[in-house]
């Protein structure tokens, strides 16, 4: 079991940072893949970012070039660093963790962190 706890989230102005943390209760250096989703009201939850151990990255189209995830390993914490935030911005962001373990997979999510962002 892994936990998952999100912070860094709030209220922002159009062109505004946020950087949202999500700090877990075990080490991260085995998890396969931590990642960042959000979901707007009446929507879909989606993909935002995900970091692969070995540290590769892959972004949604509508986010790249402005956030950036990253890992801290020794604080089992990974991050999402958000500039040049939109007001479509706006969800509620959750944290993702996918591990395999002797074939078998496992997903665990955190509770989310709203953001929103004002115009």
């Known amino acids: 079991q892994v936990q998952l706890v999100e912070s860094g989230g709030g209220l922002v102005q159009a062109g505004g940072s946020l950087r949202l943390s999500c700090a877990a209760s075990?080490?991260?250096?085995?998890?396969?893949?931590m990642g960042w989703y959000r979901q707007a009201p009446g929507k879909q939850r989606e993909l935002v970012a995900v970091i692969i151990s070995g540290d590769s990255t892959n972004y949604a189209d509508s986010v790249k070039g402005r956030f950036t995830i990253s890992r801290d390993n020794a604080k089992n914490t990974v991050y999402l660093q958000m500039n040049s935030l939109k007001p479509e911005d706006t969800a509620v962001y959750y944290c993702k963790a996918y591990k395999v373990v002797a074939g078998l997979e496992y997903d665990y999510w955190g509770q989310g962190t709203q953001v929103t962002v004002s115009s």
């Open positions: 075990r080490s991260i250096f085995s998890i396969n893949i």
